[in-house]
T-cell receptor, first 114, second 110 residues
Framework: EAQVTQNPRYLITVTGKKLTVTCSQN?????MSWYRQDPGLGLRQIYY???????DKGDVPEGYKVSRKEKRNFPLILESPSPNQTSLYFC?????????????FGQGTRLTVV | SQQGEEDPQALSIQEGENATMNCSYK?????LQWYRQNSGRGLVHLIL?????REKHSGRLRVTLDTSKKSSSLLITASRAADTASYFC??????????FGRGTSLIVHP
């Protein structure tokens, strides 16, 4: 089954404790992206990747890191989480062609930083 | 920056009625997509309309695109309680990276 898998689904952590949210897709998609969703603000893009070893900042990259060492995986790293990073996070992937940029989303990771 | 902006922010209707939501955007696009999100879940792709298309149908969904006005509308006909969700438009320009709006929250009362 074609899917984007995020882990964990829920995470409560303390300020400053490094964490990683994993994202994996099994569709051989080139493009992957991380979004955060906050009430009233919609989805804001954190980082995106066009292909292996190619990453770029989105609208709200501060406090986050990503890596794309393999095509299927795109982990999101919070080196020193802060309470303002409490949010619902989504990973998405798509086959980047001119005709179709439909994005497939993971189920989300609800992160609480205390 | 967010490209598409949906209107209205919230919509409440009775089952069987039609629901219309709009999306406006600022720059030229290659395509525009609509997604649905059930509470707290991941977004699900509904329909994609290309910049050279004016109207597209999928089941009870009808999407129109007016590139001269930089706007799109999503019509859900004969709505059902199960259509209750948030609906987002996403635009993709030269980089093909979808950029999302803030969404329309639709409530369909049984």
């Amino acid at each position: 089954e074609a899917q984007v898998t995020q882990n964990p689904r829920y995470l409560i952590t303390v300020t400053g404790k490094k964490l990683t949210v994993t994202c994996s897709q099994n569709m051989n998609h080139e493009y992957m992206s991380w979004y955060r969703q906050d009430p009233g603000l919609g989805l804001r893009q954190i980082y995106y990747s066009m292909n292996v070893e190619v990453t770029d900042k989105g609208d709200v990259p501060e406090g986050y890191k990503v890596s794309r060492k393999e095509k299927r995986n795109f982990p999101l790293i919070l080196e020193s989480p802060s309470p303002n990073q409490t949010s619902l996070y989504f990973c998405a992937s798509s086959l980047r062609t001119y005709m179709n940029t439909e994005a497939f989303f993971g189920q989300g990771t609800r992160l609480t930083v205390v | 920056s967010q490209q598409g902006e949906e209107d209205p922010q919230a919509l409440s209707i009775q089952e069987g009625e039609n629901a219309t939501m709009n999306c406006s955007y600022k720059t030229s696009i290659n395509n525009l997509q609509w997604y649905r999100q059930n509470s707290g879940r991941g977004l699900v792709h509904l329909i994609l309309i290309r910049s050279n298309e004016r109207e597209k149908h999928s089941g009870r969904l009808r999407v129109t695109l007016d590139t001269s006005k930089k706007s799109s509308s999503l019509l859900i006909t004969a709505s059902r309680a199960a259509d209750t969700a948030s609906y987002f438009c996403a635009t993709a320009g030269g980089s093909y990276i979808p950029t999302f709006g803030r969404g329309t929250s639709l409530i369909v009362h049984p």
